[in-house]
């Protein structure tokens, strides 16, 4: 008998709830989503850096001609007036 059905059992008996899940498959999950995080953090920061250059490179007269430019041609020749 695990840990994990000792405790269900005395839990049980105590008429407190024990949740009906596969404890394995709950792991695998985590373990995903931790792999997953850790993906994202890899990409976090230089994507951030990536952005940030754009974002500071693009101001001015340039960028509202590049924004606005389609608006002036589209349906939303209004807004960019």
Do not use: C, Y
């Not at 000792?6 to 596969?22: Q, S, T, V």
């Not at 994507?47 to 041609?73: D, F, K, M, W, Y």
Request: hydrophobic share 40%; no cysteine.
């Amino acid at each position: 008998m695990s840990v994990e059905d000792k405790a269900r059992h005395i839990l049980l008996k105590l008429g407190m709830w024990w949740p009906e899940a596969d404890s394995g498959q709950l792991r695998d999950a985590a373990k995903a989503w931790r792999t997953f995080a850790g993906a994202v953090d890899d990409v976090r920061s230089p994507v951030h850096r990536n952005a940030s250059s754009i974002i500071h490179h693009n101001t001015g007269e340039s960028i509202v001609r590049q924004v606005l430019g389609p608006l002036r041609q589209g349906p939303g020749r209004r807004l960019a007036q």
